[in-house]
């Protein structure tokens, strides 16, 4: 999302203690469920060193070289994708998967036993009007195909 030179990442701040007594107001709008936490998502903050993060940053054409140069450094990215149908035969499976992952589908504790059977529901009911947005588009999801590319172009 935003990898720009000079900037480094850490995980998200704690979250704010709660309230000793909440007002009765403060309750009508609360969620059933607490939201998912992504802890392994990064906020970035302002990098702490004067080095530039790769050579064809901003950086002035008298800068000193020290012992941890740009080019020293070893830069990781890591390229990631929801997946998709790669055939239009893999297309109902896709969706059961993509529907009984209780990270995309959160459904509430009373009713979670539930997922498997929705899925199967809801992939073989979407499943034709799928295929056929699957076909417009070559028969399959491109999202793998372009996912690859971009990996190789960097």
Known sequence: RCLRPGVVFAPPPPPPPPATSPPAASLRGRQ?????????????LRATTDT???????APDNATDDAETSS???????????????????VQEFLYNLFADPDIL?????VGWAQPLL????????APTSQEGYKAIGGGSP???????QGRGL
């Not at 607490?34 to 990064?42: F, S």
């Not at 959160?106 to 009373?110: G, K, S, V, Y």
């Not at 899925?119 to 979407?126: D, E, I, L, P």
């Open 119 to 126: 899925a199967s529901v809801v992939s073989y009911a979407r």
């Open 72 to 90: 020293s450094r070893r830069v990781g990215v890591l390229l990631l994708n929801l997946g998709g149908p790669e055939t239009l035969d893999d």
């Open 52 to 58: 530039p993060s790769s050579p064809s940053s901003s």
């Open 143 to 149: 999202i793998r195909r372009t996912t690859e590319e």
């Open 106 to 110: 959160r459904l509430p504790d009373a």
């Open 32 to 44: 059933r469920h607490p939201p998912h936490t992504h802890t392994h998502c990064a906020r970035p």
